[in-house]
Every structure is written in structure tokens, then in C-alpha cells.
């Protein structure tokens, strides 16, 4: 403990989504504004490397002071069209972990469904759900009317600070149901979900992925590097070692196929593993893995679990105050 706090180390920060967002569950997007404030303080404050820097300093035992490694998730079409630029502008480096089953097409993350499902749109007040020889039920009472009133209260919503409304409630139980199931008993879910809501999908094309074309133009840049992150985003550690090895290897051999450049570093979906899910990252040839435990690094740092800081919508003196209290811990 005594070594830890005077060693030298380094912290890495997770982004998901750079874009305005009404509801958010999850504290996944940060404000255009807001993130080019936070790029300011670091560029200013902090000595920004690249995670290909931060593994060659790990393997030498030498990890710079007050290092930062910015990170992304997911591979939402907004890290092209609003983090790039941004980056780019002030000349700092960042590793974009991509899941690769949305790229080029229409569709969205289940959870980014899910949300568009429950938070606006009028619902049937009661739900009945069968699945498995089981069910789920859940009443809205007066909420499935989605009035202004209701949409307030929503927007209030985090789910790591207890719920707001039963929508929000809602969300929360069916979030859970369908994190523990696999992709095909999961759009099964959803798609009863759908019928049950009158919805058709979300038209918010702000949930969208990259497509190759922007993978590909982000792998050319020098300030960026792309990592794997699963074909389907799944809860790993719910699956057998062959289902997790195929989730890690197609995902790694598709970007690289597509952008023409090896892939060594890698995401753990949602933060889960285990002892088997490393195996398979290392069985496929990557080099680190980072999670999203909240803890720096150190130059005796297990490579395979790295920890990372997710970044709110936060303004330049909260996220100041986040950095120092993340460096301290």
C-alpha cells in the first residue's frame, strides 16, 4: 500500500459514446463541449501516451508518472465524426475498442434498444413476458403514458444511483434478464419486447457503429489504434471456452482483415472474465487486455487486467477533481 502510493503509475480513461443524449442509463456519453474541456486539462495537466506506449513501459518495468491513456468503447459511429476531429486537434492518442457486429448496418446495441424502448415511446401498462418456462411480469401503472412530467424524471435516471420512475425500474429488470442471455435468446427477448411495445427500432442514428470504411480511416492515423472488443459484445464468462475463443478470434481477425494491421490489444465486454476468458485473449495473440475495474497502473501491473476509469459528462473542474482523486487511489 505504502509502495503503491509514491510508485509511479499511470491511469487509463474509458469513453463510450461523445454525443448529447437525453436518457443515459449507464453515464455512456459525454457532451461534445464537455469532452473538448476535458482534452484541454489533459494536454495541459497530464502527460498523454498512447497504450502501445503504456505496454512497452509495463513489459520494461517502467511506467511514466502521471501518465494517461484515453480509451473508447464500443466503436459508435460518434467516435468518427465528433472524438476524431477533436483528438486530433489537440494531437493526442487513443485506442478504440471495436465490437464488429454492427459495423456498416443499421442496427444498435441491445441495450441502446432497450433504452430507446422503454424511455420514449407510449407502453402497454402491463407486461407479460415467456421465455425459457418461465416469465416475467411488471406493471406500469400510470406510466405508460410518456408525458413531459415522466420524461424529466427519466432524464434523472442513473443506474448506479436507484431508479426514478418504474420506467426506469423497468429498464433496470429487463437490462438484467437480457445480460445473462446469449445473442440468439437475446433478440428473441427483444423481439417479443418489440411486439409487446408497438416499436419498430430506434431512428436515432446517433447509436449507430462506424463503418469499415471509418475503421479503416482510424487505423491510418498514427494517433490511433484499434482493439478488439467481441463480434456480439457479450457477458464472457457465460460462455464455454470454444464460445469465448470464436467471440474473441473472429472479432480480432475481422479488423485486421479489414484494416490490413495486427490488433494486440483487447476490452473485456461489459468488464467481465474470467480465468478462461484470459486464456483465450492470450490463446489469440493479444498482448494486454484492459477491464473496467477502478485502479491505475503500475509497472508490476498484471497486463491482462488492466484497470480503467470511466469518464463522465463532467466539466472541467469536476473532471479535474476526478483525475487528481483516480491518481490518488
Not at 457532451?31 to 495537466?45: D, M, R, S, V
Not at 495473440?285 to 463522465?312: C, E, I, M, W
Request: aromatic residues 14%; charged residues 20%.
Amino acid at each position: 500500500m505504502f509502495f503503491n502510493f509514491f510508485a509511479s503509475k499511470a491511469i487509463i480513461l474509458m469513453y463510450h459514446r461523445i454525443a448529447e443524449s437525453d436518457v443515459d442509463p449507464w453515464q455512456l456519453s459525454v457532451q461534445p463541449q464537455l469532452f473538448e474541456q476535458q482534452l484541454q486539462i489533459i494536454k495541459k495537466n497530464w502527460n498523454v501516451i498512447s497504450l502501445e506506449e503504456l505496454q512497452y513501459g509495463i513489459a520494461a518495468g517502467k511506467v511514466k508518472n502521471r501518465s494517461i491513456v484515453i480509451t473508447f468503447d464500443d466503436g459508435y459511429l460518434d467516435n468518427y465524426t465528433t472524438a476524431k476531429p477533436l483528438l486530433e486537434k489537440y494531437a493526442l492518442p487513443a485506442t478504440f475498442f471495436i465490437t464488429t457486429k454492427n459495423i456498416g448496418s443499421k442496427r444498435v446495441f441491445w441495450w441502446d434498444d432497450l433504452q430507446n424502448l422503454v424511455f420514449t415511446i407510449d407502453l402497454p401498462p402491463k407486461l407479460v413476458l415467456n421465455f425459457d418456462d418461465r416469465s416475467f411480469s411488471f406493471d406500469l401503472a400510470d406510466e405508460g403514458k410518456l408525458t413531459p412530467a415522466l420524461k424529466l424524471k427519466n432524464q434523472q435516471f442513473s443506474a448506479y444511483n436507484g431508479f426514478t420512475t418504474l420506467r426506469s425500474k423497468l429498464y433496470y429488470k429487463l437490462w438484467e434478464l437480457l445480460q445473462s442471455h446469449n445473442e440468439m435468446e437475446r433478440e428473441n427477448l427483444m423481439q417479443k419486447l418489440r411486439e409487446w411495445a408497438n416499436y419498430n427500432g430506434s431512428k436515432d442514428s446517433g447509436y449507430l457503429s462506424m463503418s469499415e470504411e471509418h475503421i479503416c480511416d482510424m487505423a491510418s492515423n498514427k494517433l490511433f489504434t484499434l482493439g478488439g472488443h467481441t463480434t456480439n459484445h457479450p457477458s464472457l464468462p457465460f460462455y464455454d471456452k470454444d464460445s469465448q475463443l470464436e467471440e474473441i478470434v473472429n472479432n480480432k481477425n475481422f479488423l485486421e482483415r479489414i484494416t490490413n494491421r495486427s490488433v494486440f490489444y483487447f476490452a473485456y465486454p461489459s468488464g467481465l472474465y474470467n480465468d478462461v476468458t484470459v486464456e483465450c485473449v492470450k490463446a489469440a495473440g493479444f498482448r494486454l487486455a484492459v477491464t473496467t475495474n477502478h485502479s491505475p497502473v503500475f509497472k508490476g501491473t498484471n497486463p491482462y487486467q488492466l484497470g480503467r476509469f470511466q469518464v463522465d459528462n463532467l466539466n472541467q473542474k469536476l473532471f479535474t477533481d476526478k483525475l487528481k482523486l483516480w491518481f490518488k487511489s
